[in-house]
């Protein structure tokens, strides 16, 4: 397999609509992008339909320029807001149900593995807090403790965000939202130390206030999982809807949580280091 | 009988036959599945017209009739012939061209992917296997062919198009056919879209006026001109 799919028949071109063609020109197939490109190349995502100003649709448009090959990349969703979006870029994505994205994967990893033994193919699950800490729990865990070679990447908006406001595991202690008057009851489920006890060979947390940081992170984790194990990456994404955050000022919000409760970490196995060092030359 | 009543008839054999036909619509919210009113789809060497097994040579005839004789004919490529993914697919995209070219006033809108493309499609850029008929509607197209579309999305959009408009579906075909297109031919490689042609060929030549004689060659959409003249899209 090659950039083959990315060509168009020559006598369909007259017919192919500007965006397609665009993506074929000026797309970021079979080359790396780099953030400066922004403006200068299609990117896989322009339209979508999630909410104005939302934190989660600016993280997943920076995820997807940090995508190493595109081309040979393969996206598992499932309910919540983020599919709107992933669903709708120029990726292959599969929408698992709403509990099962990390067992999809596995089984889209293994199938690509042997199908394709000469090339690699990048598996990369995004999903929400509500589908990978909660109903999809048991299968992130289980695909970490089996060492499955592709990224997690949890939108975490601490909310069910596209059902109207309840309460997640990820949401904070004492926290009431719109569909969960009482109040959380207990703490935010610490997912990156069950990463960490899982072996999980690259971890990161980090928020949406610097884009070369999300798009460095989102790369380095795809890479990882494609040679050394399982990675995972958790985002702040605040859901402007849920928690009454006024467009304008999301990334403030963004700035704020940072400082006081979500800095970035990142934590890497020395083979993943060594891996990122010498094959891909990034420190 | 309408086409929505679900009735079995014994043919000669005591064999139960299926009286449910598919017809262009509009049927109306939901029509049944062709398969679960008893259509089966065709062997090698047969073909589908409104669910009744024929022959290939009767299927490509109906076929070139629809295409000549209905009202903005249409052409829908899909990714597999769209993208020259493998060797053997330009070869087919040429077939499919020199149909087209047959066909006076036939339009190609391609669909390129199945993206769920929101909040809005350009009809007259693309056709979405997720609202195949707002594409129709809006180029008020009474009869088009399906090729290289994968069979999963093929079956689902041909019955969002059996509910909603009044178009004549046809599905050239490389897997097994479509029960839910109003002709499906199965099987269909380079030699079965080179028979439709000459059958089109034919046709004319018997003295067959087609519905847009006075329109020779392929049409193309505003979306497609402005994209030729080097704008964004048409509207
Ligand atoms: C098995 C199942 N249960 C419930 C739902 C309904 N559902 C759709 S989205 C959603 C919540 C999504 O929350 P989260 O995963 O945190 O994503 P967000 O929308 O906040 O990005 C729920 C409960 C479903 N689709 N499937
Ligand atoms: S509901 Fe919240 S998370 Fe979902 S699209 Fe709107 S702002 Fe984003």
């Known amino acids: ?283 | 009988m309408l086409n929505t009543e679900k009735q079995s008839l014994g043919d000669k054999n005591g064999k139960t036959v299926a009286s449910y036909r598919v017809l262009p619509g509009p049927e109306g919210l939901l029509p049944p599945a062709a398969a679960c009113c008893g259509i089966t789809l065709p062997l090698e060497g047969e073909g589908l017209v409104e669910g009744i097994i024929r022959s290939e040579q009767d299927t490509i005839e109906e076929m070139a009739r629809q295409l000549l004789t209905r009202r903005n004919p249409t052409i829908f490529p899909g990714p597999l012939v769209l993208w020259a993914w493998k060797d053997g697919v330009t070869v087919k995209a040429d077939c499919i061209m020199e149909l087209a070219n047959e066909i006076p006033g036939v339009r190609i809108i391609p669909m390129p992917d199945y993206r769920p493309i929101y909040p809005k499609i350009d009809p007259e850029a693309v056709i979405n296997p997720c609202h195949p008929n707002l594409t129709i509607a809006h180029n008020k197209i009474e009869v088009c062919v399906f090729i290289g579309v994968h069979c999963h999305f093929a079956n689902i959009t041909l019955k969002m198009i059996r509910a909603g408009t009044n178009c004549y579906t046809i599905t050239l075909c490389n897997e097994a056919g479509h029960e839910d297109s109003m002709a499906s031919l199965p099987f269909c490689g380079t030699d079965k879209v080179e028979a439709l042609t000459n059958a089109v060929r034919k046709l004319k030549a018997g003295g067959l006026r087609p519905y847009h004689a006075d329109t020779p060659g392929i049409q193309l959409t505003v979306a497609q001109k402005a994209v030729a003249a080097g704008l964004k899209n048409g509207n």
């Open chain 1, 1 to 283: 397999m090659s950039l083959k799919t990315i060509n168009c028949s020559p006598v369909f071109m007259p017919y192919m609509p500007k965006e397609y063609l665009d993506l074929i020109n000026k797309g970021p197939f079979g080359k790396e992008m780099k953030l400066s490109q922004v403006g200068s190349v299609k990117e896989l995502l322009e339209e979508h339909p999630m909410c104005e100003g939302c934190a989660m649709a600016y993280f997943i448009r920076m995820t997807l320029i940090a995508i190493p090959t595109p081309e040979h990349s393969v996206i598992v969703g499932t309910a919540g807001c983020g599919r709107l979006s992933l669903s709708q870029a120029a990726i292959p994505f599969v929408y698992g149900n709403y509990c099962d994205t990390n067992g999809v994967a596995t089984g889209i990893k293994r199938g690509l593995a042997l199908r394709f033994p000469e090339q690699h193919k990048d598996v990369i699950v995004m999903a929400g807090d509500g589908g990978l800490a909660d109903i999809g729990f048991s299968q992130v865990m289980h695909s970490w403790f089996r060492k499955e070679k592709f990224a997690t990447i949890m939108l975490d908006n601490e909310v069910y965000g596209n059902t109207g406001g309840q309460e997640s595991g990820m949401t904070r202690k004492g926290e009431v939202v719109k569909m969960a008057p009482v109040g959380k009851q207990f703490e935010k489920i610490d997912m990156l130390s069950l990463a960490r006890a899982s072996g999980v060979a690259y971890i990161a947390r980090l928020t949406i206030t610097n884009p070369a940081r999300i798009v460095n992170t989102i790369r380095k984790a795809i890479l990882v999982a494609r040679e050394i194990g399982p990675t995972y990456v958790q985002a702040y994404t605040s859901c402007n809807i849920e928690y009454t955050i006024p467009p304008e000022k999301v990334m403030d919000d963004a700035r704020r949580v940072e400082q006081e409760r979500y800095s970035f970490v990142e934590e890497m196995s020395d083979a993943a280091r060594e891996y990122l060092e010498k094959v891909h030359n990034i420190k």
